[in-house]
């Protein structure tokens, strides 16, 4: 490979880690949103401050949105 391929595939290495960190990183934001959703809306569900409906409504909202999210990252 001459010098300026070898350049540019440096190059296209460095930026697709840095791609694949940056997409992990908004995956584990995704689940841990999720979870703590769940958890602490299942808390209060379980004691009467909210309805198990507004918890639902709520993850369908999360769900909807990191959805779209996820449908940028692919584009």
């Known amino acids: 490979m001459n010098e300026k391929g070898r350049e540019k595939f440096?190059?296209?290495?460095?930026?697709?880690?840095?791609?694949?960190r940056i997409w992990f990183l908004m995956d584990l934001g995704e689940i841990i949103g999720i979870l703590l959703v769940q958890c602490i809306g299942g808390l209060w569900a379980l004691r009467g401050l909210i309805t198990i409906g507004t918890l639902f409504l709520f993850l369908s909202y999360i769900t909807r949105f990191l959805g779209h999210c996820v449908d940028y990252r692919i584009r």
């Open 10 to 20: 440096d190059l296209d290495m460095r930026s697709m880690a840095y791609w694949y």
